[in-house]
């Protein structure tokens, strides 16, 4: 199975059931209201999946994350590092910091929720760093950027136009994975999961 990056739709969101998120949810609402914030209930409602629409988000963890954690230590204060790494869930939202939970998620023993632009703009100054290629895919709605990394179109645009981004190729994955994860979360205004 692996772990994944996946967008939540509203269904999923606000569903208290098992499986659902309802708890995440409700408990991140009453800290944005404890914090004087608006709640966070504008989530678009699944849609039919047409490949390539950049309607939803979903990505494979596989390779190793040692060269991105490098990465990060290199260009990145402790601080940027864990709001890029360490969150469980991205909501939308601007968040002066980040909201941590203590609700279990399938990997931690509490839920730390990050605001996407702020994650975006870190993921941005590793893109900087590393020159990560515009031709990189801009959607990521069924494994785009994984199957891009491992299939072979980063490995034949390598070869055609090296760069810093092309040193290890698992790290520039792991820097579109987050770019392209904020990005995605403030276009649709949804939350991004790790599953």
């Not at 590092?81 to 909501?91: A, H, I, P, R």
Request: proline share 6%; glycine share 8%.
């Amino acid at each position: 199975m692996g772990v994944y990056l996946v967008s939540v739709a509203a269904e999923e969101w606000f569903d208290d059931e098992e499986d659902g998120w309802g708890g995440v949810a409700s408990a991140l609402n009453a800290e944005l209201r404890r914090r004087d914030l608006p709640p966070y209930e504008s989530i678009p409602e699944e849609t039919d999946f047409l490949r390539g629409s950049g309607q939803s988000f979903e990505e494979k963890l596989i390779p190793s994350m040692d060269g991105f954690s490098a990465l990060c230590e290199a260009h990145l204060s402790r601080e940027e590092t864990e709001t890029v790494c360490g969150w469980t869930v991205l909501v939308s939202l601007s968040l002066d910091e980040e909201i941590w939970l203590p609700i279990e998620s399938g990997y931690t023993s509490s839920t730390m929720v990050a605001g996407a632009p702020q994650v975006l703009a870190i993921a941005k100054k590793l893109a900087a760093a590393i020159d990560l290629p515009a031709e990189t895919p801009a959607t990521s709605d069924n494994l785009d950027l994984t199957m891009w990394f491992m299939e072979g179109g980063a490995k034949e645009l390598a070869a055609a136009r090296p760069g810093p981004w092309s040193d290890d190729l698992d790290t520039a994955f792991y820097v579109a994975l987050f770019l392209r994860a904020a990005q995605h979360s403030i276009r649709r205004g949804c939350p991004i999961v790790w599953t």
